[in-house]
């Protein structure tokens, strides 16, 4: 059966994020899933912090770049300089170089099996380099340039090249090895689903050359009868609902659904549960006679595998909003530190306790952190749970809280929960453990709630910016920020980010509903 574009994908994902299940927990009470002793166990081995492979990529061509101009400017100045001045060297140590790396890659010279293992690749590498002074050579000859460039330098920067690779390649190569013997370049996977279809797609998957897929285990919802406790090998860590906790606390890279593509009722709900999790979610393909268009697909290997969900905001992403946030903040505290000592002094003038206020609130993949505030309250009634939200001439508020309220500078401290890698500047807004309308958590008020965690949180967002700021006293409200949150998680860029900083300061002047 062919499939003439990506309908099936797009109706999974709308269904997912649209349709809101019936919700079965007790009103107010959050559900605790507690793991298997087996699960436990695993998710204790699998902390360690992974190096991403395409940075680790990245940072290899930049370096083997940088190299190659040092290593030619090196004998520049070793045995040309005073003579040709240097900008006419300029042009071919920054083709030369640029050119070398688009070489090795078209060699595949900056895939991992490169990497380990590069005495098989160094012939590639070494013909790469040749490739590039040929081209010199054939660029001096037509244009008859020959006498202007030094052939002592262009053979000493050949050489030097060759040195470079045989030594770096080799210092890479061991640490590479070592790497991978502590298990931070794989890609942690979890199977979902068992029986027979599992047992095929880890066949499937082991097969595979080069595979830097690692099995953790399996979840399935079916009991032992219908889905053995063991597949290929690889113990069952329980049911669906566990996956999800499982998730929340160790460093899972990537979850493979098992579960044939004509399950499509199955299907649906399971992702409805797992779409809230920040990892890739693919569907198995390999063994389903439905087909899709071939760039539907990504690969592990030769095995076909069907996109439904992707992490955000990963590698140079993640590095780039890490480096925005650090340098932003930093800038913020210096200027609005006058500000935040006036506000310290005049909340420790005016009310007895302490200036800052510590609250419990859901961070990146629901990991409670304590987030900063000044404190707006006396300290007698203080809300740590929130479940109580303040509402406009709350007699719990201060008459300093209430400007610093107003104002939202009591939000400033949360610059440092930004320095100290909590907070995002810009993210969906932490929201505390307690937080509810109605009496009714907002996890159990919408439905797939938890998928505004995928991202860390941020001290402003674009809920806040389009007007979604201030008390949640109905379901609709706390569902119009939800989807303003998702809306930021899916079209997420660094100016995006730059657009809501820059708007965060005019949007504070409507004070309707802050109180």
Known sequence: MNVANNDFQDRFRRAIQSHAGELQEEPGVRTKVELSPRAQEVASLLAGRQISLSVLSS?????????????????????????????????????????????????????????RS???????????????????????????LGNVYSRVWFAAWYAGGLVFFVASRAVLAALVRRWADDGRLERRAIIVGGGQPAAELINELESQANNDIRICGIFDDRSDDRSPPVVAGYPKLGTIAELVEFARLTRIDLLIVSIPLRAEER????????????????????????????????????????DMFSKPITDWDAICKRA?????????????????????????????????FRQKRYGFNNEVIEVLKFRSMYVDQEDLMARKAVTRDDPRVTRVGRFIRKTS?????????????????????PHALGANTNDKLWDQVIDGYFARHKVKPGVTGWAQINGWRGECDTPDKIRRRIESDLYYIENWSLWLDLYILF?????????????
């Open 118 to 144: 590069y005495i098989a690749q160094l012939a590639r590498i070494f013909a790469a380099w040749t490739i590039v002074f040929a081209f010199f050579a054939l660029v001096l000859f037509f244009a008859k």
């Open 324 to 356: 925005f946030d650090l340098l932003f903040a930093s800038i913020a505290i210096v200027l609005l530190s006058p500000v935040m000592a006036a506000t310290a002094l005049a909340v420790k003038m005016t009310s007895r306790g302490p200036v800052l």
């Open 267 to 306: 299907l649906l709900q399971l992702l409805k549960k797992l779409w809230v999790l920040p990892l890739d979610i693919r569907l198995s393909a390999h063994s389903d006679k439905m087909r899709f268009r071939p760039r539907s697909y990504s690969y592990i290997g030769r095995v076909p595998l069907l």
């Open 503 to 515: 708007l965060t300061p005019f949007r504070l002047f409507n004070t309707e509903n802050a109180f």
């Open 409 to 429: 500078i009591d939000e400033l401290p949360q610059l440092f929960n930004v320095m100290r890698g909590e907070l995002s500047l810009v993210g969906p807004r």
């Open 59 to 115: 940072i290899v061509r930049i370096l083997e770049g940088l190299a190659l101009i040092g290593i030619g400017l090196g004998c520049y100045f070793g045995y040309v300089y005073p003579g040709t001045p240097g900008l006419y060297y300029a042009a071919p140590l920054f083709v030369g170089a640029l050119l070398a790396i688009g070489l090795i890659q078209a060699a595949d010279g900056y895939q991992l099996s490169a990497f």
